[in-house]
């Protein structure tokens, strides 16, 4: 029961993603809420993944809370460089009229049975906002950087693949495109070749025409008598072989006569 004139309160339910830097990140979370004046509330861990941020304060303290979480560094990066939180997931705010959680502290629960009653039956918090803190192992707005980032990678990737794959391409074309300069330019040459091959050709058959038709004209002209040195000579082996010839068939001719003559009887008259 709120006592009477206290004006209502506000509570808020923030989910902390990871702390880098957990000694930091208290220590800059207390001075906020020390400039701010909101005097109760509760950083609550549970294990290794689950880390709230519990504030029972006026709404215009809560509204005021959010927004030097948009524009003030308090979490640690990677170089251990201050930056802000992005991560964070505020899983819900409402009016009640009074609040059971006073002074700021830092508390471990075991369980989240021990965290349901805390916030939700001492604290009067929200069951569903309890809920979504416990459906995932991180918040969901590093869980929807994460997805973006990887969909941004994965469209760069695309991107340098694309402007490989067209460079590739461009390669890939102009090696076509001088191959086919290249054959080009040999078949010219091979046609040319052809060409003055022909035209040797065609100029020794021209030759080989004209001597031909030299040497018809000068048979036809030459005189008839040509070939006799060729039939003298032959009558001239006749001749010699008949001379050869004669001696021997001479004295074989006188020999018979002259035996002829040795067997005819000579008549002696009375």
Request: charged share 35%.
């Amino acid at each position: 029961m709120a006592t009477q004139g206290q004006p209502p309160q506000e509570l808020l339910l923030v989910r902390i993603d990871h702390f880098r830097d957990r000694a930091t990140y208290v220590s800059e979370l207390r001075a906020w809420l020390q400039e701010l004046q909101i005097a109760n509330g509760r950083v609550i861990t549970m294990g290794a993944d689950l880390q709230l941020l519990f504030v029972a304060a006026r709404e215009a303290q809560v509204t005021k809370l959010l927004d030097l979480y948009q524009s003030r560094n308090i979490d640690t990066n990677s170089r251990g460089e201050l930056c802000v939180d992005k991560f964070i997931d505020v899983l819900g705010r409402k009016t009640v009229q009074s609040c059971g959680c006073k002074g700021f502290l830092e508390m471990n629960v075991l369980s989240p049975t021990l965290l349901q009653k805390v916030l939700v039956q001492d604290w009067h918090a929200e069951q569903q906002w309890l809920d979504a803190a416990l459906a995932t192992q991180r918040t969901k707005a590093f869980l929807d950087w994460k997805a973006a980032a990887k969909a941004a990678r994965k469209q760069r990737r695309k991107k340098e693949g694309q402007e490989k794959q067209h460079e590739r391409d461009m390669k890939r074309k102009k090696r076509e495109q001088e191959a086919l300069e290249k054959a080009a330019a040999k078949e010219q040459e091979d046609d040319a070749g052809v060409e003055v091959d022909e035209d040797l050709e065609t100029e020794k058959n021209e030759e080989e025409e004209e001597v031909g038709k030299v040497d018809k004209e000068q048979v036809a002209t030459a005189p008839a008598l040509v070939p006799q040195p060729q039939q003298q000579q032959g009558q001239g082996q006749k001749r010699k072989l008949e001379n050869q010839q004669s001696p021997a068939s001479g004295p074989k001719k006188s020999k018979s006569t002259n035996k002829k003559r040795r067997n005819k009887p000579t008549i002696v008259s009375s």
